[in-house]
Protein backbone atom coordinates (compact mmCIF):
# COMPACT_ATOMS: atom_id res chain seq x y z
CA UNK A 1 0.00 0.00 0.00
CA UNK A 2 1.34 3.32 -0.79
CA UNK A 3 1.32 6.03 1.60
CA UNK A 4 2.65 9.57 2.04
CA UNK A 5 2.84 11.43 4.79
CA UNK A 6 3.52 15.42 4.78
CA UNK A 7 5.32 17.49 7.39
CA UNK A 8 6.50 20.87 8.18
CA UNK A 9 3.62 23.16 6.87
CA UNK A 10 3.30 25.81 9.77
CA UNK A 11 2.91 29.76 10.15
CA UNK A 12 4.99 32.20 8.91
CA UNK A 13 5.46 35.76 7.88
CA UNK A 14 6.00 37.23 4.30
CA UNK A 15 9.26 37.15 2.84
CA UNK A 16 10.06 33.63 5.05
CA UNK A 17 10.51 30.36 4.10
CA UNK A 18 9.38 26.92 5.16
CA UNK A 19 10.51 23.51 4.16
CA UNK A 20 7.87 20.80 3.53
CA UNK A 21 8.87 17.39 3.48
CA UNK A 22 6.80 13.74 2.04
CA UNK A 23 7.63 10.39 2.82
CA UNK A 24 6.87 7.49 0.81
CA UNK A 25 6.52 4.35 1.45
CA UNK A 26 5.00 1.29 -0.36
CA UNK A 27 5.95 2.22 -3.65
CA UNK A 28 7.08 -1.35 -5.88
CA UNK A 29 9.21 0.52 -8.76
CA UNK A 30 11.80 2.67 -8.90
CA UNK A 31 11.19 5.23 -11.72
CA UNK A 32 7.77 7.11 -10.35
CA UNK A 33 7.11 11.01 -9.55
CA UNK A 34 6.30 13.01 -6.47
CA UNK A 35 4.44 16.68 -6.50
CA UNK A 36 3.01 18.85 -4.47
CA UNK A 37 -0.48 20.11 -5.06
CA UNK A 38 -2.13 23.03 -2.91
CA UNK A 39 -5.31 24.43 -2.04
CA UNK A 40 -6.97 27.76 -1.01
CA UNK A 41 -10.00 28.23 0.98
CA UNK A 42 -12.60 29.02 -2.00
CA UNK A 43 -9.79 28.60 -4.89
CA UNK A 44 -9.55 25.44 -7.02
CA UNK A 45 -6.64 23.19 -6.66
CA UNK A 46 -3.24 23.96 -7.90
CA UNK A 47 -0.30 22.04 -8.80
CA UNK A 48 2.63 23.25 -7.37
CA UNK A 49 5.89 21.23 -8.24
CA UNK A 50 6.37 17.99 -9.47
CA UNK A 51 9.91 16.11 -9.29
CA UNK A 52 10.90 12.59 -11.57
CA UNK A 53 12.57 10.15 -8.75
CA UNK A 54 13.81 8.13 -11.32
CA UNK A 55 16.05 11.08 -13.49
CA UNK A 56 15.23 13.84 -11.43
CA UNK A 57 13.34 16.30 -13.68
CA UNK A 58 11.15 18.74 -12.40
CA UNK A 59 8.41 20.84 -12.78
CA UNK A 60 7.09 23.95 -11.09
CA UNK A 61 3.94 25.88 -11.45
CA UNK A 62 4.76 30.09 -12.61
CA UNK A 63 3.31 31.34 -9.54
CA UNK A 64 6.02 29.34 -7.46
CA UNK A 65 9.24 29.41 -10.08
CA UNK A 66 12.03 30.88 -8.69
CA UNK A 67 11.16 30.98 -5.08
CA UNK A 68 10.02 27.15 -4.59
CA UNK A 69 12.48 24.32 -5.05
CA UNK A 70 11.27 20.28 -5.13
CA UNK A 71 14.16 18.20 -4.16
CA UNK A 72 14.59 14.59 -3.20
CA UNK A 73 17.05 12.68 -0.75
CA UNK A 74 19.06 9.82 -1.45
CA UNK A 75 17.24 7.34 -0.87
CA UNK A 76 14.83 8.93 -3.10
CA UNK A 77 11.72 7.85 -0.61
CA UNK A 78 11.46 11.63 0.55
CA UNK A 79 10.74 14.71 -1.32
CA UNK A 80 11.38 18.01 0.01
CA UNK A 81 9.41 21.37 -1.35
CA UNK A 82 11.52 24.56 -0.18
CA UNK A 83 9.69 27.35 -0.03
CA UNK A 84 11.27 30.58 0.01
CA UNK A 85 10.10 34.38 -0.43
CA UNK A 86 6.62 33.48 0.59
CA UNK A 87 3.91 35.52 0.07
CA UNK A 88 0.46 35.80 1.07
CA UNK A 89 -1.54 34.22 -1.63
CA UNK A 90 1.01 31.22 -0.98
CA UNK A 91 -1.69 30.36 1.91
CA UNK A 92 -3.07 26.99 1.33
CA UNK A 93 -3.11 23.39 2.47
CA UNK A 94 -0.77 21.69 0.94
CA UNK A 95 -0.52 17.86 -0.31
CA UNK A 96 2.06 15.87 -1.64
CA UNK A 97 0.78 13.64 -4.59
CA UNK A 98 2.90 10.38 -6.30
CA UNK A 99 1.88 8.40 -9.82
CA UNK A 100 3.85 7.62 -12.62
CA UNK A 101 5.56 10.83 -13.86
CA UNK A 102 5.51 14.79 -14.20
CA UNK A 103 3.63 14.90 -16.86
CA UNK A 104 0.15 17.46 -17.54
CA UNK A 105 -1.46 16.90 -21.00
CA UNK A 106 -4.95 18.04 -19.84
CA UNK A 107 -4.60 15.75 -16.92
CA UNK A 108 -2.38 15.09 -14.27
CA UNK A 109 0.08 11.67 -14.36
CA UNK A 110 1.40 12.17 -10.61
CA UNK A 111 -1.62 12.29 -8.77
CA UNK A 112 -2.65 8.92 -8.14
CA UNK A 113 -1.88 9.35 -4.23
CA UNK A 114 -2.34 12.18 -1.61
CA UNK A 115 -1.13 12.82 1.39
CA UNK A 116 -3.68 13.88 4.19
CA UNK A 117 -2.09 17.43 3.42
CA UNK A 118 0.04 20.05 5.76
CA UNK A 119 -1.84 24.21 6.34
CA UNK A 120 0.70 26.46 5.16
CA UNK A 121 -0.18 30.01 6.60
CA UNK A 122 1.78 32.97 5.19
CA UNK A 123 1.08 36.26 7.19
CA UNK A 124 1.00 39.78 5.41
Known amino acids: EVQLVESGGGLVQAGGSLRLSCATS????????IGWFRQAPGKEREAVAC????????TYADSVKGRFTISNDNSKTTAYLQMNSLKAEDTAVYYC?????????????????WGRGTQVTVSS
Open 51 to 58: INIGDGGT
Open 26 to 33: GFTVDHYA
Open 97 to 113: TAGGICVYDGQYYWNDY
